[in-house]
């Protein structure tokens, strides 16, 4: 079973809101990610976490705070966002994060759009 | 440094047609990973090959079959008798071993047409 879910789907909000996305994979990966991806884009790496510690963060703004809670789940919380991060973002899970087991597999995303 | 170069930015076929999906890549690294993946409309990346730089056999899967030359730094992915459900964007990335991150190319979008 190599499947990452995702919730919710699609997600209005308002640049005053906050809300969370939620990531979960029951694969026993120890590694997680979320990725941003706007409009004919390829994915662009956010937040890596490796054995629920966060590993990278790539200067993402600090209105995007990810958590680990445990190994099977990831979450990402949003505030004061602006309209230019209205994109779909990506979580994917890996066994490993480095190696050969850094083969990463992919949710369906959230679409999000910012008011 | 490391970067994937996907030159064909749409590619429009008929259906039955073969498709080749050109990738070229740039590493210092000896040992990496080379990744396709397919994105259609809905949005979620589907995982199709890893291949590792020491394995240069080529690969077959069906319709689908890659071409890896590590002389001239490529990983070109071939699709037979194409059918509109390959209609997609398909990304190829690669890893070093050592590294966290993914470097994508910036994709080819595949229309197949009945």
């Known amino acids: 079973d190599t499947e990452v879910t995702q919730t919710p789907k699609h997600l209005v909000m308002g640049m005053t809101n906050k809300k969370s996305l939620k990531c979960e994979q029951h694969?026993?990966?120890?590694?997680m990610y979320w990725y941003k991806q706007k409009a004919k884009k390829p994915p662009e790496l956010m937040f890596v976490?490796?054995?629920?510690?966060?590993?990278i963060n790539e200067s993402v703004p600090s209105r995007f705070s990810p958590e680990c809670p445990n190994s099977s789940l990831l979450n990402l919380h949003l505030h004061a966002l602006q309209p230019e991060d209205s994109a779909l973002y990506l979580c994917?899970?890996?066994?490993?994060?480095?190696?050969?087991?850094?083969?990463?597999?992919f949710g369906p995303g959230t679409r999000l759009t910012v008011t | 440094a490391q970067k994937v170069t996907q030159a064909q930015t749409e590619i429009s076929v008929v259906e039955k047609e073969d498709v080749t999906l050109d990738c070229v890549y740039e590493?210092?690294?000896?040992?990496?990973?080379l990744f396709w993946y397919k994105q259609p409309p809905s949005g979620e990346l589907v995982f199709l090959i890893r291949?590792?730089?020491?394995?240069?056999q080529n690969e077959i899967s069906g319709r689908y079959s890659w071409n890896f030359q590590k002389s001239t730094s490529s990983f070109n992915f071939t699709i037979t008798a194409s059918q509109v459900v390959d209609s997609a964007v398909y990304f190829c990335?690669?890893?070093?071993?050592?590294?966290?991150?993914?470097?994508f190319g910036s994709g080819t979008r595949l229309l197949v047409r009945p």
């Open positions: 990335a690669l890893r070093g071993d050592s590294s966290y991150k993914l470097i």
């Open positions: 590493t210092r690294d000896t040992t990496y990973y």
């Open positions: 291949r590792n730089s020491f394995d240069e």
């Open positions: 976490y490796s054995y629920e510690k966060l590993s």
């Open positions: 694969m026993g990966h120890r590694a």
């Open positions: 994917a899970s890996s066994q490993g994060a480095t190696g050969p087991a850094g083969e990463q597999y």
